[in-house]
């Protein structure tokens, strides 16, 4: 490995764990940034160790991440009683989450908003509460699996660069 290549591999890495992080805070588009990382490698490198079949594998890896990230509030928020109320404050709770309180109101925003629309949709307390500990369950749920996601795609990279 050339100087060049090192360099090409640390900012692939740097772009990588950029990605990682996005899991965590969902400002940064997470998975689409490992995927980013792996295609800057292999297209500064002729696509020699990254090829354009492993790209399409870590293109479906990650849809499949971002299905799971959007599906994951929902389906434990349902899992746990909501109702058509609550999904609806739920998509409605992210976008007023994200514009009130950026990353940490993508978290949060979902949750309080299930919590509000299932009240409004004459649920009791209790069961709006536990509708909005199903969409939290879910959102965790989809970020663990985006973790391990994410994880798999930096071994498979850092495997075909060296192996």
């Known amino acids: 490995m050339n100087i060049w ?9 740097v772009i990588m764990i950029a990605g990682m992080l996005g899991i965590v ?7 689409p940034l490992i995927w980013f990382g792996a295609f800057f490698y292999a297209v500064f490198t002729g696509f020699s160790e990254i090829t354009w079949k492993l790209l399409l594998l870590f293109a479906l890896l990650t849809v499949f991440s971002i299905v799971i990230e959007n599906i994951g509030n929902v389906y434990g ?14 998509i409605m709770g992210s976008v007023a989450g994200f514009f009130w309180a950026g990353a940490i109101g993508l978290i949060v925003g ?34 663990l699996m985006k ?12 495997w075909k660069v060296f192996g």
């Open 5 to 13: 290549e090192i360099i090409l591999f640390a900012v692939s890495m």
């Open 25 to 31: 805070l969902p400002i940064l588009p997470s998975i």
């Open 77 to 90: 928020a349902r899992r746990f009683g909501a109702t058509k109320w609550g999904i609806a404050g739920s």
């Open 110 to 143: 979902p949750v309080i908003g299930t919590i509000i629309f299932e009240i409004i949709g004459g649920k009791n307390y209790a069961g709006a509460m536990k509708s909005g500990l199903g969409n939290f369950i879910g959102f965790v749920g989809g970020t």
């Open 147 to 158: 973790g391990i996601i994410g994880t798999t795609m930096i071994v498979i990279f850092v």
